[in-house]
């Protein structure tokens, strides 16, 4: 008779609610995690409250009367008479990176690469890396001025007004930042730090924090394949994935579990004396080798002669003198071979000797 | 559930219909849920697998490397036609020749399939399971599910030694006296007398019976029947050795089956034991004619177990079993260490009572071994295999001592010789 071992609805259902639960918890952990910690957000960004966020510089310009406009994407970006920070200048398109400094009041840029410089600031030039650390004005920049000493490092820049030991650029309306570190959390209240940030951010009534994220159609190189083709090859491809999915899904499902065999262990027999050749070979052990070897001959060369068992070895070694005429003394019964080569010629030896007393 | 290969063609035919007509995410979405609702009515609309019932008839058992044929009922008590794909799973040592069977069923109807099975390993050989596949009315998806059918085919031992059977069952004649009686042993009984014809041992004339007629007789003898013979197998780590195709344990199988064939024949009971740490089979006063069908049912499911067989219980084993005098044919390795250790201690408990013949399977890789010449690798190997010989050749000469005979000979020879000694053993007058 037959039973059936499929499974029927109940028992899926046993099965699966246990990752069910699993699973729905993980995801509403997710939830309530990412709506609890909405501070959080990336380097630099006004509403993020990690040390490398920046949300305690925008509070200190909210309070001070600027209007803080966080920007991710260059759609609908309008910066005309206002102070536009950028805080990754190298992502956007140098093109429109033109467009938004004409537009603006005043710019700010955040260690920015030669190219973005010679597209917007070409008063300016990257000179090289500058270890991050207190410095001290060192120009007649009113903003430097006020602030004072400022951490401040990152980028080297060469223009006709550098502060900082050339951390700080300005080209007309433009300044440029060679690092990050008076404008985060962390480090907003070391040194004149704070007194820098909300003078160079503050200049004008509204501040556009333009931070260039993935999806900004503004972004360097971003002109994406599924742009160009028609919608036809797009859609059609999304189907022949689909189609693949089914594929894979018609392949993968097997007629019945894979069937094993319970194999009984196995072990060549003659695995033991090939082990022990190898241990001989190893020890070099010519001399119990040879022993072996002899004793075999001897036993041999005994039934040949017609001799006993225990016959002594002079009586041995006269009655293959007697049949052959040859002194096997040192050849059966002498000294043990010094070296493999010398073991290998008493083999052949022996059994010439053998060969020549049957015959 | 599975799908079939219709549903991604379908999906693929869905691609261009999306691209020339509807190129949008709802064109997508559109193809989507028509392929989504083929494959619901298919499941829906498919015959129930789970109510399929079955049931098994067939071979149980088959000789291994003959073909076996299991044959298997489906009946559909359901409402739907079931259709699709069945397949019998089998061990892949079974050797099943196809499990896979295109079924159509129809309501209230059975239909039955045959499964050829040509077994490749000894023992017994099972089913797995039955998975049905029943495709839907428009062919995109199928219900699937298993069915535990059980059954077992015993791949019998395949005795190649039958071959020398009827040579030796012409020896056996021969020594039954129905033909000259050239060999006479001591022990063995008076049987007739007949004239002499050319070719009969002078020894054997009856000089008496001669006198009073006018033909020189001859008398005939008859050996002993009825005497007891136990194989006994042991099936310890030594018999797990593989020599050539098969282990040591198959070897000696075939050479207790020749001799339980010539025994039987030669009128004496024969029993198996088969032995490691505890009883693995036996087979025990069973007639004749149902003798080797017993002995290859009971040797069939044996497989070595990598213990060290306990050669103390094993001889208490058998002075259990055998109340008179009988022929003991140990078959085993001659491996020095659990011979020297296990078995030759308790020896003369047992050759007190019992003529012990010890069989041992010898490996042709050895003696090939002993014959390497050339470098030092081979001489090396020579040497080492020189070793083992000695150390077999000294075994047996302790047995020899203990009043054992033994018998040691390569796979091949092992069952002539093996049936040979015991011709000789009856000839002498010796069981």
Redesign the interface.
């Known amino acids: 008779m037959s039973t059936s071992v499929s499974p029927d609805a109940a028992r899926v259902w046993r099965a699966a609610r246990a990752p069910l639960v699993i699973v729905f918890a993980v995801l509403a952990t997710a939830v309530v995690l990412s709506l609890s910690r909405s501070g959080d957000g990336g380097a630099l960004d006004p509403e993020s409250a990690t040390e490398d966020g920046s949300r305690a510089v925008a509070r200190l310009l909210g309070a001070q009367g600027v209007t803080v406009e966080a920007r991710h994407s260059s759609r609908g970006l309008d910066a005309r008479g206002a102070t536009l920070f950028v805080t990754r200048p190298d992502l956007v398109d140098p093109g429109t990176l033109r467009t938004l400094t004409r537009e603006a009041a005043s710019v700010v840029l955040l260690a920015p690469s030669q190219d973005t410089l010679d597209a917007v600031a070409p008063g300016i030039a990257e000179v090289g890396p500058l270890a991050e650390e207190v410095r001290r004005p060192g120009c007649a920049l009113p903003a430097a001025v006020a602030a004072g000493g400022v951490t401040l490092g990152g980028t080297d820049y060469a223009a006709v007004l550098t502060c900082y030991d050339g951390a700080l650029a300005t080209d007309g309306a433009v300044t440029v930042l060679g690092g990050p570190a008076p404008l985060t959390n962390a480090r907003l209240d070391e040194e004149g730090n704070a007194a820098l940030a909300l003078r160079v951010l503050g200049g004008h009534e509204r501040l556009v924090w333009y931070l260039p994220s993935p999806g900004d159609p503004a972004l360097r190189g971003e002109e994406a394949l599924t742009d160009l083709l028609p919608d036809a090859w797009v859609f059609g491809a999304a189907q022949v994935g689909v189609a693949a999915v089914l594929l894979a899904l018609w392949r993968a499902r097997r007629l019945g579990p894979v069937v094993s065999e319970p194999l009984p262990v196995v072990v060549r027999a003659a695995e033991t004396v090939e082990g022990r050749a190898r241990l001989y070979r190893r020890g070099g052990a010519a001399d119990h080798a040879a022993e072996a070897l002899r004793r075999a001959s001897i036993e041999r060369l005994l039934s040949a002669l017609g001799l006993p068992c225990d016959a002594e070895p002079a009586a041995v070694v006269a009655a293959i003198a007697a049949r052959t005429g040859r002194d096997t003394a040192a050849l059966l019964y002498g000294p043990p071979p010094a070296d493999d080569a010398a073991l290998v010629r008493l083999a052949d030896e022996l059994d010439a000797l053998e060969n020549e007393v049957r015959l | 559930m599975?799908?079939?290969?219709r549903?991604?063609?379908l999906?693929?035919a869905?691609?261009?219909?999306?691209?020339?007509l509807?190129?949008?995410?709802a064109?997508?979405l559109a193809?989507?849920a028509v392929?989504l609702a083929g494959v619901v009515a298919d499941l829906l609309f498919a015959g129930s697998?789970?109510a399929?019932?079955?049931?098994r008839d067939g071979a149980t058992s088959v000789r291994l490397g003959e073909r076996a044929e299991v044959r298997l009922r489906v009946t559909n008590p359901g409402r739907r036609t079931v259709r699709g794909?069945l397949?019998d799973?089998?061990?892949?040592?079974a050797g099943a020749e196809t499990d896979?069977h295109r079924v159509a069923v129809p309501p209230g109807q059975a239909r039955t399939l045959t499964t050829v099975l040509r077994p490749t390993r000894r023992g017994d050989r099972l089913a797995?399971?039955?998975?049905v596949?029943a495709v839907g009315p428009l062919g995109l998806a199928a219900r699937?599910?298993?069915?535990?059918?059980p059954w077992a085919v015993r791949a019998l031992p395949p005795f190649h030694s039958r071959r020398h059977l009827p040579g030796r069952l012409d020896r056996l004649r021969r020594l039954d006296g129905r033909s000259a009686a050239h060999v006479r042993g001591q022990g063995t009984e008076f049987d007739s007398l007949r004239e002499y014809v050319l070719g009969d041992d002078v020894r054997s004339i009856d000089w008496r019976a001669t006198a009073r007629t006018a033909d020189v007789m001859v008398r005939t003898w008859r050996p002993e029947r009825d005497r007891h013979v136990l194989l006994v197998l042991d099936t310890g780590r030594t018999a797990?050795?593989?020599?050539g195709d098969g282990?040591?344990l198959d070897a000696a199988m075939d050479a207790a089956l020749l001799l339980a064939a010539l025994a039987s024949r030669a009128g004496d009971r024969v029993d198996l034991l088969a032995y490691d740490r505890g009883v693995r089979a036996s087979v025990q006063g069973v007639a004749a004619a149902q003798l080797l069908p017993s002995l290859v049912t009971a040797m069939a499911p044996l497989?070595?177990e990598?213990v060290e067989s306990d050669a103390r219980g094993l001889v208490g084993e058998v002075l259990r079993r055998t109340r008179r005098r009988s022929l003991v044919v140990l078959l085993t390795g001659l491996d020095p260490a659990p011979l020297e250790e296990g078995l030759l201690p308790v020896l003369p408990s047992l050759t007190a009572r019992h003529r012990l013949l010890v069989a041992a399977v010898a490996?042709p890789?050895?003696a090939q071994?002993?014959r390497g010449?050339?470098?030092?690798?081979a001489?090396?190997?020579?040497?080492?295999?020189?070793?083992?010989?000695?150390e077999r050749?000294h075994v047996t000469a302790l047995l020899a001592r203990h009043g054992a005979e033994v018998v040691d000979a390569v796979p091949d020879r092992l069952p002539p010789a093996l049936a040979d000694r015991y011709l000789d053993l009856k000839a002498a007058g010796r069981l």
Do not use: K, M, N
């Open positions: 599975a799908l079939t290969a549903t991604p063609l999906a693929l869905g691609a261009l219909v999306v691209a020339l509807a190129p949008t995410l064109g997508v193809v989507c392929i697998v789970r399929l019932t079955f049931s794909v397949r799973a089998w061990q892949p040592s896979r797995h399971r039955v998975t596949r699937q599910g298993s069915h535990e059918v797990a050795g593989r020599i282990t040591r497989e070595p990598l490996d890789a050895v071994l002993a010449r050339g470098d030092a690798d001489v090396y190997g020579a040497a080492a295999a020189e070793r083992t010989l000695a050749a």
